[in-house]
Each structure stands twice: as structure tokens, then as C-alpha cells.
């Protein structure tokens, strides 16, 4: 069985070094330890871990939250916050960022592979859900075809570019949630500057392959797969 990947972020190098101990004795692989919003970035590009311990102060520049924020952008990957804030701010921002726990400094070592243990078993279940999934049925006739990557009306196939397959996967994956335009964009055109009109564009092309209400737009805000038509 392979070992379970994870990446400390900390911006203190004795906390993080005795962090990593503890989790190699407890039997996980340590991708690295990165003390700011960059390294962490860039650490989980290189390494892609399954499991992200996040220090929420980081000294100069992002924090901790808005540095999860940017990485859910590209990658879902669960996050255990550990800090010693408290406040009611700044629980209810991490929050927004839906992590698997949010960790006091001084925590018991039982405590955190606990929580880790509990991340990865959500994370490898919501993976496997979609790996197992076959016809997806979207309503009113349609359906997506998870091994194959197409949309189907009733048997018979409709083409979808592939920024238009990739827009369906991601609102499919969300679960009926409301998926921003601003993350949209990051998912779709990676590091390009696009015109206002593009992602419009996009998500017009993608409705008009469907049944319109099946894709709700919120003005201003995003748009999310509507499965309750």
C-alpha cells in the first residue's frame, strides 16, 4: 500500500521539522515543507501531495487561507489548518475553504494522524465515486459519459470542444454548487489573460448544446449544473 503524501506549510523551520518527524514516524511520506504562499505552490505542482498541513500565518504576503483558496483553483487537495488563532474571523474564513480540520497548536500527535487518517479516507471516496461513474444523468434526457468524456441526448452523442467538456466536468464535480467565474477562468485558461466575453462565450456555446436551465447563470457571481430540473 502506498504512503500517504503530504506537504507542510509552516513558516517556522523548528515547528516544521518536528512536525515532519512525527509524520514519518507515523508512516507518512513527507513531499516537503514550504514556508510560503510560492514554495507551496510550486510544491504542490512538483509533488502533487494528498493531503496539504497548512500553518494559517505565514508572515509577509498570503496567508495560509488565501493560500489554499489559490491552490483549490487547479487542485481539490484537503487541507488540515494548524495555527494558534482562534478568533471567530478567521475560523469562519478557513471555513469558506471547507477543510478536513482545523488544528490548535500545541495538538497531540494521536490528534493530527486522527485527522489526516479522515482527510485522505474523504478524499480517496470522493475520487473513487467519479472513477466508478459511468452515465452521469444530467435531466431532461441528457446524460455524461465519465469513461468516455461525452455528452449524450438520449443515444445519440453531441460534440463538445474541449474547453466545452472540460466547463461541464468542473460544474459536474461540484455537486450542484455554485462554481465562481473567477475560478472558472483559472481552471480553464491556466496563466492566460482572457477578454470578459470569452468564459461568456463559453458558457453559452455549453447551454445552448443543452437544455438551457440545466446550466444556471448567477449574474455577477458563477454559474452551477442545475440536477433538481
Request: with cysteine; glycine share 4%.
Amino acid at each position: 500500500m502506498n504512503r500517504a503524501k503530504i506537504l507542510i506549510v509552516e513558516d517556522e523551520t523548528i515547528v516544521a521539522l518536528d512536525i515532519k518527524k512525527i509524520l514519518q514516524s507515523l508512516n507518512f511520506e513527507v513531499t516537503g515543507t514550504a514556508t510560503n504562499y510560492n514554495a507551496a505552490l510550486n510544491s504542490v505542482r512538483v509533488n502533487k501531495p494528498d493531503l496539504i498541513l497548512m500553518d494559517i500565518n505565514l508572515g509577509k504576503g498570503l496567508d495560509g487561507i488565501e493560500t489554499i483558496k489559490k491552490i483549490h483553483l487547479n487542485e481539490k487537495i484537503p487541507v488540515i489548518y494548524i495555527t494558534a488563532f482562534t478568533d471567530e474571523k478567521t475560523i469562519s474564513r478557513a471555513i469558506q475553504t471547507e477543510p478536513v480540520s482545523y488544528l490548535i497548536k500545541p495538538f497531540k500527535r494521536d490528534e493530527l494522524k486522527s485527522n489526516i487518517l479522515l482527510g485522505i479516507y474523504k478524499n480517496s471516496k470522493k475520487s473513487q465515486l467519479y472513477k466508478n461513474l459511468v452515465d452521469l444523468d444530467l435531466g431532461l434526457g441528457y446524460y455524461y459519459n465519465y469513461k468516455t468524456n461525452k455528452l449524450f441526448f438520449k443515444e445519440m452523442p453531441i460534440n463538445l470542444s474541449k474547453n466545452e467538456n472540460l466547463l461541464l466536468r468542473i460544474l459536474i464535480e461540484a455537486n450542484n454548487n455554485v462554481v465562481s467565474f473567477s475560478e472558472l477562468e483559472q481552471r480553464i485558461w491556466p496563466n492566460s489573460t482572457i477578454s470578459d466575453s470569452t468564459l461568456r462565450t463559453l458558457v453559452y456555446r455549453l447551454r445552448s448544446k443543452l437544455e438551457h436551465k440545466i446550466i444556471e447563470t448567477i449574474q455577477k457571481v458563477g454559474c452551477r449544473l442545475n440536477r433538481n430540473n
